[in-house]
């Protein structure tokens, strides 16, 4: 549902020239892909469909996008396309600790992944400990909270910008990376792109990463519950 960006992506390696092994190439997989007419009914074919578009006859990580639908069925068939060499690791999304409990009873290979949004005002205290307990990666989506007013106007965020003589961006990238989290940034910016990178010459003292963690206040940019949308665009 990302708008062909499966085959954009395969174009910007191609056009790049960059080694597949140099690349880590996730992408996902939910109900909706399985269930909407004129896509295959398994997540094998779903997968088959993004190697295709991706050019590459593995992917590195495989999520399950939502836990919607009969998503526990579907993890099953994730699991079974790992056993195939088809990705590399598999993972989840927009999980909570709740949906984690239900699936340990389940599965026989468990997520190496969750990808969810986390930000300072949405810190996931309760999925990040269960995934540090549990050798869980945790990928986090909207990691800068897009750069919103309420990031960018926030005095405390503002002040240790100009104490660490960091952007905002880079301060709150810096925080994920200490957290041992993995940002997944996106812009259109060349300068942006290289500022994301820039975050290795400081590091930010114990308490002032507990002070971004007590700016949470569960605050949700992208809220939804996994439902199709019919203005989606398709890769098919």
């Not at 708008?3 to 997989?29: D, Q, W």
């Not at 468990?110 to 945790?138: K, N, S, W």
């Not at 200490?178 to 114990?206: L, M, W, Y």
């Not at 002032?208 to 939804?224: F, K, R, T």
Request: charged share 25%.
């Amino acid at each position: 549902i990302y708008a062909y960006s499966e085959p954009s992506i395969a174009k910007g390696i191609e056009k790049a020239c960059v080694a597949r092994e140099e690349c880590f190439l996730v992408t996902k997989v939910s109900d909706m892909d399985v269930e909407r007419p004129y896509s295959p009914n398994t997540v094998e074919g779903n997968l088959k469909d993004s190697l295709y578009y991706l050019n590459t006859d593995y992917v590195d990580a495989y999520l399950l996008h939502w836990p919607h639908g009969d998503w526990i069925d579907i993890y099953h068939q994730m699991e079974a396309v790992y056993r195939m060499g088809l990705a590399r690791a598999i993972g989840v999304c927009n999980f909570d600790v709740q949906h984690f409990r239900l699936l340990e009873k389940e599965c026989t290979v468990p997520p190496m992944i969750c990808q969810l949004e986390l930000h300072p005002f949405r810190t996931r205290r309760d999925v990040r400990r269960y995934c540090a307990e549990h050798g869980i990666v945790i990928m986090a989506h909207t990691p800068t909270g897009r750069m919103c007013d309420k990031i960018r106007n926030n005095p405390i965020l503002q002040e240790l910008s100009s104490k660490y003589g960091k952007t905002i961006a880079q301060v709150i990238l810096r925080w994920h990376y200490q957290n041992g989290i993995v940002p997944v940034v996106a812009t259109r910016s060349s300068v942006h792109i290289h500022e994301n990178k820039d975050i290795f010459d400081f590091e930010i003292s114990t308490a002032d990463m507990e002070q971004i963690e007590m700016l949470n206040e569960d605050y949700v940019m992208l809220a939804g519950n996994g439902i199709d949308d019919p203005n989606y665009i398709y890769n098919l």
